[in-house]
């Protein structure tokens, strides 16, 4: 039984999944410290939350049992990503559903700070009639600065056109082409604040983007000017701001996110009648909280139950076309790593990988992952190694992965060709998925093979002469071990030679010793995958 902790607010209809799913428990506790979470999350498998929780390592160190942190929403600020990474805790977002309520969040700033809502509603319900001091200003024909292309940021630009507003937008990832696409015109950072009357930025909080808007930027902004940060708090500077307010270059701001959240009682946007602010509530719609919650709830129960899942946070991402070409190979992937990794003597220095065939042209990388952590998680355990840690437990143990490609296959329309070094011997594997029967071994060492990657295996390198097959097969025999297959693979007759059974059972260890002192075998190595 699983068992997943939801630490902050999160909705009931959108974690229905997991209530309703017959292997997980759920414990819903929000509002904990660090002390009470380190105290009790090393009895839970997930931990599901939004941006209240702060995931530190010394959580993640008590959580000995946490395969996943799940965060419904989008910003992952408040997750420690490189402590996840480090134990192969799996971190995954909710990047989708939060854009449009968030888009909307910032309209609604936007216009409030255009037309003084907070403030004439404070005065009106306080039996004040005072229409003279909140003349407003349109947004049509005014130029709208957008810092920040992404979700969030594309969508209100799309919606300001509505408006009638015309969009200058920076995002390093902006190109001439989609901004014409778009319709927006594509500026740098201080062309746009000259030019702008309103401006909205939707960034993350990165060191580059941390006060990308402070004093220099406000030095050159059209007197008047508006500004929202529906965001993250830090991305424009909250001391520089005050000033540009009081020297009147800045005309209204509107914030959602803070420097410090919450802000102190006695932050100076608080009390400033220029200023409106909203409690972080740019996701807080029902339809978001809902969306957000069924993307993580579906994702954490796929990663608890070992299935292929989409892109964590704390991994590059996977374009869905590529993942759909590598999916089928993971499991071949890993099980080759598996079974070299048991057949090698010694310490593991290099991991070679080769991709032949139709794998040469097809970004391997998330696949070598999985090769990765079945080579690793012979020594260091299943449940040690993934996919998010594997290429860091690799390079932390001075494990080299070093991968190849080549067009040509010997016949095959793919091929994974994998070849450990240790500091005893170098082993080779090679495995293709063949259509229509599924993955396939089809060479150990120097021998061609074909091997179904599954079961008890017992590999026996021995000396080709007449008789060995038969007495293999009677010790196994008469000890009650049933083989299900029998390969012999050989280059030479009567030279060097290996064998390959697939057993119903795993023999007992004398039964192996046994095997292991029959005239003319020199080795036997029983692997499980
Ligand atoms: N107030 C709230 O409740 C919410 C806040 N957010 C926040 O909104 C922000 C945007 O979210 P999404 O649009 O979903 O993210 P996104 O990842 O789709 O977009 C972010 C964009 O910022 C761009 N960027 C990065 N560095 C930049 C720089 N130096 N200058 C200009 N652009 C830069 C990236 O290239 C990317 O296109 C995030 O910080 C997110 O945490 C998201 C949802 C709710
Ligand atoms: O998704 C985000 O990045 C947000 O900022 C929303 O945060 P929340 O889930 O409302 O605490």
Same mark, same amino acid.
């Given at each position: 039984?699983? $068992?997943?902790?939801?630490?902050?607010?999160?909705?009931?209809?959108?974690?229905?999944?997991?209530?309703?799913?017959?292997?997980?428990?759920?414990? $819903?506790?929000?509002?904990?410290?660090? /002390?009470?979470?380190?105290?009790?999350?090393?009895?839970?498998?997930?931990?599901?939350?939004?941006?209240?929780?702060?995931?530190?390592?010394?959580?993640?160190?008590?959580?000995?049992? =946490?395969?996943?942190?799940?965060?419904?929403?989008?910003?992952?600020?408040?997750? /420690?990503?490189?402590?996840?990474?480090?134990?192969?805790?799996?971190?995954? +977002?909710?990047?989708?559903?939060?854009?449009? &309520?968030?888009?909307?969040? &910032?309209?609604?700033?936007?216009?409030?700070?255009?037309?003084?809502?907070?403030?004439?509603?404070?005065?009106?319900?306080?039996?004040?009639? /005072?229409?003279?001091?909140?003349?407003?200003?349109?947004?049509?024909? $005014?130029?709208?600065?957008?810092?920040?292309?992404?979700?969030?940021?594309?969508?209100?630009?799309?919606?300001?056109?509505?408006?009638?507003?015309?969009?200058?937008?920076?995002?390093?990832?902006? &190109?001439?082409?989609?901004?014409?696409? =778009?319709?927006?015109?594509?500026?740098?950072? +201080?062309?746009?604040?000259? +030019?702008?009357?309103?401006?909205?930025?939707?960034?993350?909080?990165?060191?580059?983007?941390?006060?990308?808007?402070?004093?220099?930027?406000?030095?050159?902004?059209?007197?008047?000017?508006?500004?929202? +940060?529906?965001?993250?708090?830090?991305?424009?500077?909250?001391?520089?701001?005050?000033?540009?307010?009081?020297?009147?270059?800045?005309?209204?701001?509107?914030?959602?996110?803070?420097?410090?959240?919450?802000?102190?009682?006695?932050?100076? %946007?608080?009390?400033?009648?220029?200023?409106?602010?909203?409690?972080?509530?740019?996701?807080?719609?029902?339809?978001?909280?809902?969306?957000?919650?069924?993307?993580?709830?579906?994702?954490?129960?796929?990663?608890?139950?070992?299935?292929? %899942?989409?892109?964590?946070?704390?991994?590059?991402?996977?374009?869905?076309?590529?993942?759909?070409?590598?999916?089928?190979?993971?499991?071949?992937?890993?099980?080759?790593?598996?079974?070299?990794?048991?057949?090698?003597? !010694?310490?593991?220095?290099?991991?070679?990988?080769?991709?032949?065939?139709?794998?040469?042209?097809?970004?391997?990388?998330? @696949?070598?992952?999985?090769?990765?952590?079945?080579? =690793?998680?012979?020594?260091?355990?299943?449940?040690?190694?993934?996919?998010?840690?594997?290429?860091?437990? *690799?390079?932390?143990?001075?494990?080299?992965?070093?991968?190849?490609?080549?067009?040509?296959?010997?016949?095959?329309?793919?091929?994974?060709?994998?070849?450990?070094?240790?500091?005893?011997?170098?082993?080779?594997?090679? !495995?293709? @998925?063949?259509?229509?029967?599924?993955?396939?071994?089809?060479?150990?060492?120097?021998?061609?093979?074909?091997?179904?990657?599954?079961?008890? =295996?017992?590999?026996?390198?021995?000396?080709?002469?007449?008789?060995?097959?038969?007495?293999?097969? &009677?010790?196994? !025999?008469?000890?009650?071990?049933?083989? *299900?297959?029998?390969?012999?693979?050989?280059?030479?007759?009567?030279?060097?030679?290996?064998?390959?059974?697939?057993? /119903?059972?795993?023999?007992?260890?004398?039964?192996?010793?046994?095997?292991?002192?029959?005239?003319?075998?020199?080795?036997?190595?029983?692997?499980?995958?």
């Amino acid at each position: 039984m699983y $068992k997943v902790l939801v630490s902050d607010p999160i909705s009931d209809m959108g974690i229905q999944l997991l209530y309703d799913a017959s292997d997980v428990t759920v414990d $819903k506790k929000p509002g904990l410290s660090e /002390d009470e979470l380190v105290d009790i999350i090393g009895e839970y498998d997930a931990l599901l939350v939004r941006s209240q929780t702060r995931v530190t390592e010394r959580i993640m160190e008590a959580g000995k049992k =946490l395969k996943v942190v799940g965060r419904a929403g989008v910003g992952v600020d408040n997750i /420690d990503l490189p402590a996840a990474t480090k134990r192969g805790i799996i971190v995954i +977002n909710a990047p989708d559903g939060n854009t449009i &309520t968030t888009c909307e969040h &910032t309209f609604a700033m936007m216009m409030a700070v255009a037309r003084h809502i907070p403030q004439a509603y404070a005065k009106t319900v306080n039996g004040v009639w /005072d229409r003279k001091s909140f003349l407003g200003v349109e947004l049509r024909n $005014k130029v709208l600065g957008v810092l920040g292309m992404g979700r969030i940021g594309s969508e209100v630009a799309a919606r300001a056109k509505a408006f009638g507003m015309s969009i200058h937008a920076y995002d390093p990832f902006l &190109t001439e082409e989609r901004a014409e696409k =778009l319709g927006v015109k594509l500026g740098t950072v +201080n062309e746009i604040v000259a +030019n702008a009357d309103f401006i909205t930025v939707h960034t993350p909080l990165t060191p580059e983007t941390r006060h990308m808007i402070s004093r220099p930027q406000f030095e050159i902004m059209k007197k008047g000017m508006r500004i929202v +940060n529906c965001a993250r708090g830090g991305i424009i500077d909250e001391l520089a701001l005050m000033e540009a307010v009081d020297q009147g270059i800045v005309a209204g701001a509107a914030f959602d996110v803070f420097e410090e959240e919450p802000p102190r009682p006695d932050h100076p %946007f608080l009390k400033h009648p220029q200023i409106i602010v909203t409690p972080h509530l740019g996701a807080s719609t029902v339809e978001a909280q809902e969306n957000v919650a069924i993307d993580v709830s579906e994702q954490v129960l796929l990663i608890l139950r070992g299935q292929a %899942f989409k892109n964590a946070v704390n991994m590059p991402p996977v374009p869905a076309d590529v993942l759909n070409k590598l999916q089928p190979y993971f499991d071949l992937g890993e099980k080759l790593g598996h079974f070299l990794a048991q057949l090698t003597i !010694g310490a593991v220095r290099e991991i070679h990988v080769n991709y032949s065939g139709e794998l040469a042209d097809v970004d391997t990388n998330p @696949l070598t992952r999985y090769v990765v952590r079945g080579v =690793l998680s012979h020594h260091l355990g299943g449940d040690v190694v993934n996919v998010v840690n594997s290429m860091h437990l *690799a390079k932390e143990r001075d494990v080299q992965v070093v991968v190849s490609k080549t067009a040509a296959t010997k016949g095959f329309t793919n091929l994974i060709t994998l070849t450990l070094k240790s500091n005893k011997e170098e082993r080779l594997l090679a !495995g293709t @998925l063949l259509n229509g029967y599924g993955a396939r071994f089809v060479q150990l060492d120097q021998y061609p093979v074909d091997i179904s990657p599954e079961g008890n =295996l017992l590999i026996i390198s021995h000396n080709d002469k007449p008789g060995i097959i038969g007495r293999v097969g &009677t010790l196994l !025999g008469s000890n009650e071990v049933n083989i *299900a297959t029998m390969q012999v693979g050989r280059k030479i007759v009567g030279g060097a030679a290996i064998m390959v059974l697939t057993v /119903d059972k795993q023999p007992a260890k004398i039964v192996v010793e046994e095997l292991a002192k029959l005239p003319e075998i020199i080795t036997v190595k029983e692997i499980t995958l």
